[in-house]
């Protein structure tokens, strides 16, 4: 990735500050996601997707 592409993705994405202050580490994530995105497959059935939850609600013991 030239400067200028470097550049105009930065500005796409809306990272301009991020770029000026951590150029390398945004490059070379930006780089990397390319790469990664082609390995996902497009071709999954629905139900072989997987379903990550979270549970953000505080838990407290039971009293009995």
Known sequence: MNSDEFERKSKELG???LAANHAADLRKALENSSTIAQKIPTDLHWS????????LTAHSKVQS
């Open 15 to 17: 990272l301009e500050k």
């Open 48 to 55: 072989e997707e997987p379903a990550h939850t979270f549970n």
